[in-house]
């Protein structure tokens, strides 16, 4: 039998079925965001009053009466009875990396005996989900077990099947963040409060400056029948043994390559889904890993952004199921093979545009280019562990620093062009305004082909913050990971760094000094501070490790001691003063990351230890057992020289099996021993460490083991899809 036909795989029988997406006889265009409760949804739902408040509301952050909230829900529950929907529910992000959500029928008693379909304003507005099974990290004890959750009405409404989604924030009794969406709209509004004053140096009638968002999202997809074959695969997300297929990733023949037949027809089926709920998706392609591809929207609002990216992410599990498929949103589902992440690209930008595009027209729009991105590279400077500690966890540790993400060290790639703009600036006079062309045509010598406008920046794939023309592209955030978490970071980061000019610039304004001059003082006083962050080189390189550790830069791979970085003073001081998180939250989320990190390291270590002793060991102990019967047999046949002779290659692999078996089964052992003696370690920091130490390093090293047995037992009886199998959809 040949191996790929050991297992049955359900694409197969899906392919027969044929389960084609109808073409949608609509455009895009025409169903974009038909399940979404958008503006202008409102104007036909709402009285006129009623939509003039809401958009007061979304616009300028007024607040929300209850006699509004309950004309709102009435225009809401309208629309989404037209759409045949029966519940509601508050769709909340906890800081379980996933979402939640508790449904409520629209049904109340009419006081007659029967029943009535009602969905009330203070039911838009506030629920009480019983919160004591969300992570909490000690914030609320058990006794207090209530947690709220409020509407956040940035975050339009929608309907997935017949229930309609409320986005909603999670906070508890005593007001502390349970989640991801609050602290994030407090640092939103904490950089555009301190980016709008700062834009008044430059344009005295910006309003407002929004953080914008544009993630680009990666992903695998397998088979579901060879999938469920894999306890690993199910359990955890990613293979924990597998050895290498011959042929993966060297040819470079996937990436951009055509796309499956049966993965477009997923693609088109999600796409139209998504764009159903108001996702604008715009790019999609193969990814460099085999089997691995990519989705990317047009960029939004960072709140709005942060909501889509975590309802795409289940729209993509559960669309795939559908197809036969499951999807891997792990960073690192298999071995030897790049892994997932979700680059986020960053910017802000004013009610009229991009603040960091640039260089622009005039000498205004310069200072203002440069002074935006000069603090930005001081937010990532000062807090460059913290960065890191954002996008830090399990499961992305294994891919950070792996020749084909971003290192574990954040620094930032500016390219020539604005590397030669800053160092102008640094050495240049205050009369000598900066002056640099925007874009430049270059011409091409080829027939039939067009100029092209080049990007006034060149791409450094290796550099975990790069600016990229008029944002900055975060791509050291994990595939699996809310979005939420780096963006807390940057935009609370980036409100801080500006506060601190603002006064160091009024200070000099206040000596009389020229506004110009003032700000060119500042600037560039910080682009000499900021330096180390700067590195255009090849972050992959070991002299990039060494040179970032002389520039004091932080080179923390340990996963739960980057997540002391949140705790520093200098991260508890700019999160209180930009309103962010206070001390008691920060150290309550720190213990989550700790346990959580511990629990998906156990629970690894876990199913590695049966696989190896159920899956592992007992065909490697078969497949010996045959080759010796083989040995014996051969003995009976031939004469004594003669066999010896023909038995040779047969002994060493029965030596070679029994070398691989016992070092599994003696380190499998001493695994679960370490286990052990971390799981009685109190304190959570502590046993993260433990288990980062003494448990996570056993997995690697005793699956190099079960991978050469896999190379060496009979195939027929190997229980688990290889490598070759699960990568390569058919
Ligand atoms: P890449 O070459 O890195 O794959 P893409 O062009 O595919 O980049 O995707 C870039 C992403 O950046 C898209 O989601 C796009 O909407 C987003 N983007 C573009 N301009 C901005 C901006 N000013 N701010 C935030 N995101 C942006
Ligand atoms: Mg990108």
């Known amino acids: ?91 909340f992000q906890p800081l379980t990396e996933g979402t939640a959500e508790k449904h409520d029928a629209f049904v109340e008693h009419d006081g007659k005996g029967g029943m009535v379909e009602e969905f009330s304003g203070k039911q838009l507005i506030q629920q009480e989900p019983d919160a004591s ?250 807090h460059n562990g913290l960065l890191k500690a954002s996008i830090m966890s399990a499961t992305n540790a294994h891919r950070l620093g792996g020749h084909e993400a971003p290192p574990a060290i954040i620094s930032s790639f500016l390219g020539k062009q604005l590397s030669d703009i800053l160092e102008h600036l640094e050495n240049s ?55 939420a978490a780096a963006m807390i970071v940057i935009n609370a980061a980036m409100a801080e760094a500006l506060i601190n000019f603002k006064k160091r610039v009024d200070a000099l304004l206040d000596k009389g000094v020229d506004k110009t001059k003032a700000i060119l003082q500042v600037v560039r006083e910080d682009i000499k501070t900021c330096k180390p962050i700067h590195f255009d080189g090849n972050g992959y390189s070991e002299e990039w490790q060494e040179e970032a550790k002389r520039r004091g830069l932080d080179t923390e791979r340990s996963c739960p001691l980057v997540f002391d970085r949140y705790l520093d003073e200098s991260s508890v001081n700019m999160f209180e003063t930009t309103h962010v998180f206070n001390r008691n939250e920060i150290e309550a989320r720190n213990e989550i990351k700790w346990e959580t990190y511990t629990k998906k390291v156990q629970i690894e270590a876990r199913i590695f230890g049966d696989m190896c002793m159920n899956h592992i060991i007992p065909v490697a102990t078969r497949y010996q057992s045959a080759l010796i019967d083989n040995v014996h047999k051969v003995q009976e046949v031939f004469p004594h020289e003669k066999s010896a002779k023909l038995n040779a290659k047969n002994i060493e692999l029965i030596e070679t099996i029994s070398a691989h078996t016992s070092f599994i089964a003696e380190n499998v052992e001493q695994m679960i021993e370490n286990r052990k003696v971390a799981n009685r370690i109190e304190n959570v920091r502590e046993k993260a460490i433990a288990y980062h130490d003494t448990v996570a390093p056993m997995l690697e090293s005793i699956r190099y083991h079960v991978d050469k047995l896999e190379l060496i037992v009979d195939d027929e009886i190997w229980p688990l899809p290889k490598y070759r199998e699960l990568l390569f959809i058919r």
């Open 429 to 483: 006079t205050d009369d000598e305004l900066i002056d640099v062309a925007s874009k430049h045509g270059m011409k091409l010598d080829i027939p039939q082909i067009p100029e092209l406008l080049i990007d006034n920046t060149d791409r450094n794939r290796t550099s975990p913050f790069a600016f990229t023309g008029n944002r900055f592209e975060f791509r050291a955030v994990g595939s699996q990971a809310n979005c």
């Open 1 to 91: 039998m040949s191996s790929s036909l050991r297992f049955e795989v359900v694409g197969e029988a899906f392919k027969k079925k044929a389960i084609g997406v109808p073409a949608p006889t609509e455009r895009p265009s025409e169903f974009f965001g038909k399940y979404v409760f958008t503006r202008q949804k409102m104007y036909k739902y709402l009285p006129a009053d009623v939509y003039e408040k809401m958009c007061d509301v979304i616009d300028n952050g007024a607040s929300l009466d209850l006699k509004t909230a309950d004309a709102v829900a009435a225009g809401m529950k309208k629309w989404a009875m037209e759409l045949g929907v029966t519940h509601c529910t508050h769709w």
């Open 133 to 382: 099974s969300f992570p909490n990290g000690g914030i609320r004890s058990t006794f207090e077990a209530r947690g709220y959750s409020a509407w956040d009405p940035a975050s339009p409404v929608f309907v997935i099947g017949d229930t309609l989604m409320i986005p909603t924030i999670f906070i508890s009794y005593t007001g502390e963040a349970l989640d991801y969406k609050a602290p994030l709209k407090k640092a939103i509004h904490a950089v555009d409060k301190a980016a709008t004053d700062v834009c008044h140096y430059f344009y005295p009638d910006v309003k407002k400056v929004i953080s914008n968002l544009g993630w680009e999202q990666e992903y695998f997809l397998v088979d579901e029948g060879l999938y469920a074959t894999r306890p690993d695969l199910l359990m955890t997300g990613r293979t924990l043994m597998g050895h290498e297929s011959a042929k993966n990733q060297q040819m470079d023949d996937h990436y951009f390559g055509s796309i499956p037949e049966r993965v477009a027809e997923f693609m088109k089926d999600l796409e139209i889904q998504a764009l159903e709920l108001g996702i604008p998706c715009k790019t999609r392609h193969n990814e460099v890993a085999p089997n691995q591809f990519e989705l990317a929207p047009i960029f939004e609002e960072t709140n709005l952004a942060v909501d889509h990216n975590m309802l795409l992410m289940s729209l993509m599990k559960r669309i795939a199921r559908k197809h036969g498929f499951r999807c891997l949103l792990h960073e690192k589902p298999f071995a030897g093979i790049n892994g997932s992440g979700k680059h986020n690209n960053w910017s802000l930008a004013t009610d009229t545009g991009i603040l960091l595009h640039g260089p622009g027209r005039t000498p205004t729009d310069n200072l203002r280019f440069v002074t935006f991105i000069v603090e930005t590279l001081m937010a990532v400077y000062r």
